[in-house]
């Protein structure tokens, strides 16, 4: 494994991203101070996220919500739309067997070189 350390105080990441701003490069100041070059790279990505100046992944807010709702929709548990499989032959009056198939809908599938299967209507 790894190494671990403390996080690095919010000021000392701040003044590394002005520093890349700034014009230095990530790698020029891993080598001067502690973090590694990648550190700094993904400290300047969330502070665009953050600033909503990038256009991929959500800013800290949208992240906040998004977690929020995942939340309340855990938590609602069954009292929600059920989006599981259902198992074979439940699903009752929505099922077209090969006798209700409309007839220009069986002679395309003639056609087509198939027969008239199970329909399943939403």
């Given at each position: 494994?790894?190494?671990?350390?403390?996080?690095?105080?919010?000021?000392?990441?701040?003044?590394?991203?002005?520093?890349?701003?700034?014009?230095?490069?990530?790698?020029?100041?891993a080598?001067?101070?502690?973090?590694?070059a990648?550190?700094?790279?993904?400290?300047?990505?969330?502070?665009?996220?953050?600033?909503?100046?990038?256009?991929?992944?959500?800013?800290?807010?949208?992240?906040?919500?998004?977690?929020?709702?995942?939340?309340?929709?855990?938590?609602?548990?069954?009292?929600?739309?059920?989006?599981?499989?259902?198992?074979?032959?439940?699903?009752?009056?929505?099922?077209?067997?090969?006798?209700?198939?409309?007839?220009?809908?069986?002679?395309?599938?003639?056609?087509?070189?198939?027969?008239?299967?199970?329909?399943?209507?939403?």
């Amino acid at each position: 494994m790894g190494k671990t350390r403390a996080a690095y105080p919010p000021e000392f990441r701040r003044q590394m991203i002005e520093l890349v701003r700034a014009g230095r490069s990530p790698e020029e100041l891993a080598r001067e101070f502690e973090p590694t070059a990648q550190s700094i790279r993904k400290w300047l990505a969330q502070s665009e996220h953050k600033a909503g100046r990038c256009d991929g992944g959500l800013t800290t807010a949208e992240r906040e919500e998004f977690d929020r709702l995942r939340r309340e929709t855990a938590s609602s548990g069954s009292s929600g739309r059920s989006f599981q499989r259902r198992p074979p032959g439940s699903l009752g009056s929505r099922t077209r067997s090969r006798d209700s198939c409309v007839p220009s809908v069986k002679a395309a599938l003639r056609l087509a070189g198939g027969g008239c299967r199970m329909l399943a209507w939403n």
